[in-house]
């Protein structure tokens, strides 16, 4: 008899949707018939995606990597296993991969490596320190070592977390509330819920400590019906910090408590917009709020409320464990820190690459993700979801950081990107762009609920010949009305995807004899 | 009589153990959408004496979003991404397969073919999600074989 394996294996949802839990049980049921004895760790993904569902063996403490594995090779698999390893989809040591070694994982650290709902494995891989330290510091210090930190919200806004953090503890309330947006609806974004699976303790660490910062005593995790295994993940993970007191009456420390809950949306993108959320989370329409007062005074019920996104506040405990200083030195300019970039679309190696601020497009996209994965030539990426600029491959050297992107009409977002080859039609993506503003507009502004569907309209005219530099101006006052005329960024932000393709792919505007693309 | 009256009792139970909780109509709503494949219109007046609302603001919420609907899904419901990621992959060819397959697209031979806007799986795109089990790189056939593996005949 040989001695036990230890194998890894990611519950991440993108490895189940490539058959991982079926993987697992052929595993089990062919070591058994060839007697091998072997015990597998659920873990969270590497984000190395196109390797899934990727397979690891701990061999002399060094994990090895067999990937893509279906649940038809397991038998093969285990037979190299049992042996010496060698086998065709053997990618060697996962750490010496490029993909992984180039990243700097400050948030991602333990993703893919611990076991997710091992609170005790997550101890022993650094987990609690930041709390540890926040429970020995006032108040107002935790807060300044936010803002020390340079930390800017993560869901988009780039709003720096510090000056939160201060107006929502200076604020006078019998209650306060910490808020987490963990409604990642972006196309082409999904950092949230790799982490929300692959690490739920470190978010709700985060969520401690902001509510030791601030005074806050109950939190809530908005996450988006979308997510089921995340779902899962976090509500067993909370389950088992209840038990282990790290939740409960004394979370934040002797006499400090803190209560975690989720609840889970019921499909509307909108509801990603923070007072929508808040409206939503109190049982109603998710009906965008008009700003002041900000949520931060008068949130949740009304009371000062805390609400970050979730890869915000899951790089709180590493600045309170090492200091503001040490996140600080990550980055570039006032773009402090890492940022989980994701990799979308046609990409040959998509997944996530967690990196400083200042990587460029083209490393990420060509060096790090290998170009299109049907290997035609790139022609654009989208960044930061639907409202994000469509960039052309003459701008892939700017370096990727908050104030780079927005001097070139674009935006770093929550770092999705989403990749397309030269078969794209600029002109149905901007069509696109409308439609989905008119299919998720919360209706509250009139540039927006109506904006939207008079722009598709516009599209379409213009692309059946019909005047077509009338429509151009039409489109034009109409992008202007929107962004003037909405509160949020749903119809402020609409007009940026539409515009970027006008200007940098002017050649995909022109009539075509074609109208197979009118409205249904 | 008897059913609709056992029905009434049973709503009425899944809102009353909301009441008092966080965003506690939709919680109910999400409970009721879970058991019942939809929400009746029954459920409505219930939730506003329960909840002290009128039957217009719930009615509200109802509309407003789209996990909750009026009518049960015949049959398996194949959720398709119609977002940016996903159409960078294709998926409008897989949508066009499966309209193939499955003879317009909407409720026939057992299957729902409904858009969904992400399902974060936009690194291994196209994504789906076939009768509540999500799928990378999805194409037809592994659409199919799921429909099969959920008891639903593909004639080829």
């Keep these: 008899m040989t001695k036990r394996l230890r194998l890894f294996l990611p519950l991440d949802s993108v490895a189940i949707s490539l058959g991982a839990d079926e993987l697992a049980v052929a595993l089990v049921r062919t070591a058994e018939e060839q007697g091998v004895e072997i015990d597998i760790v659920r873990t969270g993904s590497r984000g190395l995606h196109w390797l899934e569902p990727l397979l690891e063996v701990e061999r002399n403490g060094t994990r090895v990597g067999y990937g893509p594995i279906d649940e038809q090779e397991a038998g093969d ?91 929502v503890s200076e604020a006078a309330a019998d209650q306060k509330y910490v808020v987490v947006n963990a409604d990642e609806g972006d ?137 503001s200083t040490y996140y600080r030195d990550f980055g570039m300019g006032r773009s402090t820190g890492t940022m989980p970039f994701q990799l979308a679309g046609n990409i040959k190696h998509g997944g996530l690459f967690e990196a400083g601020f200042g990587v460029t497009l083209n490393q990420l996209v060509n060096d790090i993700g290998c170009g299109t994965r049907t290997g035609r030539p790139v022609r654009t990426v989208q960044i930061g979801g639907p409202l994000g600029a469509y960039l052309p491959t003459s701008l892939f050297d ?39 503003c008119a299919e998720e507009s919360c209706g509250k502004c009139t540039p927006c609920r109506i904006g939207a569907v008079r722009g598709v309209e516009v599209i379409d005219r213009w692309r059946s010949g019909e005047e077509p530099e009338q429509q151009r101006a039409v489109l034009d006052d109409l992008c202007e009305v929107m962004v003037d005329g909405s509160l949020c960024a749903m119809g402020g932000m609409t007009p940026i995807p539409v515009q970027s393709a006008i200007k940098h792919f002017p050649e995909d505007f022109k009539p075509t004899k074609q109208t197979n693309l009118a409205a249904e | 009589m008897s059913q609709n009256l056992s029905q009434t009792l049973r709503l009425t139970e899944i809102i009353s153990e909301h009441v008092g909780a966080v965003g506690g109509v939709i919680a109910s709503l999400r409970a009721i959408q879970e058991e019942f494949g939809c929400v009746p219109e029954e459920a409505d007046l219930l939730i506003a004496d329960l909840f002290n609302l009128s039957r217009a603001e719930v009615r509200g919420v109802i509309s407003f979003y789209a996990d909750f609907s009026r009518t049960r ?45 992400c399902l974060g799986l936009c690194s291994v795109a196209p994504a789906a999600m076939v009768d509540g089990r999500l799928i990378g790189r999805a194409d037809a056939v592994r659409i199919k074989a799921r429909c099969s593996a959920a008891g639903l005949e593909v004639a080829e």
């Design chain 1, 77 to 167: 698999v285990l037979t190299a296993l049992v042996a010496d390893g060698s086998h065709d989809k053997c990618v060697g040591p996962v750490e010496e991969i490029p993909f992984l070694k180039n990243q700097t994982r400050l948030i991602f650290g333990r993703c893919g490596i611990t076991d997710p709902l091992s609170l005790r494995d997550y101890q022993n891989h650094g987990g609690l320190d930041g709390l540890h330290a926040a429970q020995t510091m006032r108040p107002s210090t935790i807060c300044e070592a936010v803002l020390d930190s340079g930390l800017r919200g993560r869901g988009g806004a780039g709003f720096p977390a510090g000056i939160k953090w201060k107006t």
């Design chain 1, 187 to 323: 196309s082409g974004t999904f950092a949230d819920r790799m982490i929300m699976e692959g690490d739920p303790f470190l978010l709700l660490e985060g969520m401690i400590i902001a509510g030791i910062a601030t005074g806050a005593t109950r939190g809530y995790i908005y996450l988006r019906s979308e997510y089921p295994i995340a779902d899962d993940v976090l509500k067993t993970a909370i389950r088992r910090a209840y038990d282990e007191g790290m939740l409960g009456a004394d979370a934040g420390g002797p006499g400090h408590p803190f209560d975690i809950e989720v609840f889970v949306g019921a499909g509307a993108y909108i509801c990603g917009e923070e007072t929508s959320l808040l409206n939503s989370l109190e049982g109603k329409r998710g009906e965008v709020r008009a700003k002041p007062p900000i949520p931060a005074l008068e949130g949740l019920y009304g009371k000062p409320t805390l609400v970050h996104n979730v890869i915000t506040l899951c790089s709180v405990p590493l600045i309170l464990a090492k200091g």
């Design chain 1, 398 to 436: 700017l370096p990727m950081d908050y104030e780079t992107m927005l001097a070139n009409g674009a935006g770093v977002g929550h770092g999705g990107l989403v990749v397309f080859d030269d078969t794209v039609d600029l002109m149905n993506q901007a069509r696109y762009a409308f439609e989905f």
């Design chain 2, 73 to 117: 899904v015949e049959g398996i419901l194949v959720r398709l991404c119609a977002a940016e990621a996903c159409q960078a992959a294709g998926v409008q060819t897989v949508r066009k397969e499966l309209e193939d397959t499955f003879d317009g697209g909407s409720t026939t031979m057992g299957v729902t073919v409904e858009d969904v806007y």
